[in-house]
């Protein structure tokens, strides 16, 4: 596979061409707090930049009781969590472009599909979901979304039918927001046969076609891709997914990846993967060293690659706190700094982990602190701590 991977002086150059170049000027950027919200959080509920909104993940808590809520009420709880912040951002769930659903149990996809649905009653946007191994506060259900302001400016893109597999629930394939593609979770089954392969290999190529499917029907290809989040159900077949990932992108430059262990994935499949475009006017630089990249910056938003540091020692202050230097070393390389973080993904090996997680996140963050989501996943060896971030200049 031929890659081209930049080291970072000439990645700041680029940027810096570019940003000064034909692209808008710096984005205004604003954290969106309802009223009446919890203060205390150590993350905004939602960060608005330019036209963008990202909102940080919103639990549906099962309460205290003999009857604990079920997924409905919790879902609807959610929903209901992440019309609070557009509303307070001026903005109505028809805005919505992407979400991300965590369940604790696949069993409840129905139910969620149900409630989560009954909020739209045109356009649904596109939409990743997965088990995770554990949610904050013994949750059934956590959603994170993003917004666009522009109406005008968000579209389906409706790939030709028999094209893709049967939608499993409420969600478009894909979603443009002005000139950003937001591509819903796919996974390796095939919708012609309706087979999914054994091997993880066969699964990541036959999802990375039908992506292809999708990119082709909104006027992309594999080279428009600037941020990719991949899932496995087995540790044992990460690497394998990553290396059929990054073979599929043939010539093209892989983007930067996330990629954790979650225990289950909607219906038989044991990988799946979500991607955004954007358009080929776009300007872009890459940013990496050491044969791997660890950002894409396109027009005035950096993608940043999920980062981890089991090499920092046992405990997780120590890991966060390495991590999070690596990913300043990342923002700092594309002539960002972590005040220009909007979003946040916080994939712990154990919610045990979360006061202390927490207390280094508020030191890295002291002030206007970005949107967060924060899920368990499963250990990938020594490994207690992931972050991904996406900054906006």
């Known amino acids: 596979m031929s890659r081209r991977v930049w080291g970072s002086g000439l990645a700041l150059t680029l940027l810096c061409a570019t940003l000064a170049g034909a692209q808008p000027a710096a984005s205004t950027r604003r954290v969106i707090r309802p009223a009446g919200g919890p203060a205390d959080r150590p993350y905004a509920p939602g960060v608005m930049v330019g036209k963008t909104l990202y909102i940080s993940g919103q639990l549906g808590l099962p ?10 009420a919790q879902t609807k709880q959610a929903m209901d969590g992440i019309g609070a912040v557009l509303t307070a951002a001026g903005l109505g769930y028809q805005h919505l472009v992407k979400c991300h659903v965590y369940l ?7 139910a969620m599909n149900a409630a989560y649905g009954a909020h739209f009653t045109e356009r649904v946007p596109a939409r990743t979901t997965v088990q995770a191994a554990g949610l904050p506060a013994g949750a059934g259900v ?9 109406l005008a400016a968000i579209s ?20 443009w927001a002005g000139d950003t593609l937001y591509v819903s979770g796919m996974g390796g089954q095939d919708p012609a046969t309706k087979a ?3 091997a993880v290999e066969a699964q990541v190529r036959q999802t990375v076609a039908n992506i292809t499917t999708t990119l082709k029907a909104a006027g992309l290809q594999a080279t428009d891709v600037v941020h990719a989040q991949a899932y496995a159900t087995r540790v044992t077949e990460a690497d394998a997914l990553s290396a059929a990932l990054a073979a599929s992108f043939g010539a093209a430059d892989v983007p930067p990846v996330g990629l954790v262990a979650v225990p ?21 630089a890459p940013i990496g060293s050491g044969g791997r990249l660890h950002g894409l910056a396109a027009g005035t938003t950096l993608y940043v690659s999920a980062e981890s540091a089991p090499e920092a020692g046992a405990g997780i202050e120590a890991q966060a706190r390495a991590v999070f230097a690596t990913l300043r070393g990342t923002l700092q390389d594309g002539g960002l700094t972590l005040r220009d973080t909007v979003s946040v993904v916080v994939y712990l090996s154990d919610l045990a982990d979360m006061a202390a997680m927490n207390t280094v996140f508020r030191e890295t963050f002291p002030t206007d602190p970005p949107a967060r989501v924060t899920i368990q996943v499963q250990p990938q060896g020594q490994e207690r701590i992931r972050v991904g971030l996406i900054a906006a200049r």
């Not at 956590?142 to 522009?150: L, R, S, V």
């Not at 909607?266 to 080929?280: D, L, Q, S």
């Open 63 to 72: 309460g205290t009781g003999a009857t604990p809520a079920d997924l409905t």
């Open 104 to 110: 604790a149990n696949m069993d409840d996809y129905a």
């Open 142 to 150: 956590e959603i994170g979304c993003i917004g666009y302001a522009d």
């Open 156 to 175: 389906v893109v409706r790939p030709p039918a028999g094209a893709l597999p049967a939608p499993l629930g409420p969600y478009s394939p894909a979603v």
């Open 196 to 198: 999914v392969g054994e």
């Open 264 to 284: 289950r994935l909607p219906g038989p499949i044991r990988a799946e993967i979500t991607f955004v475009a954007v358009r080929p006017a776009q300007a872009r």
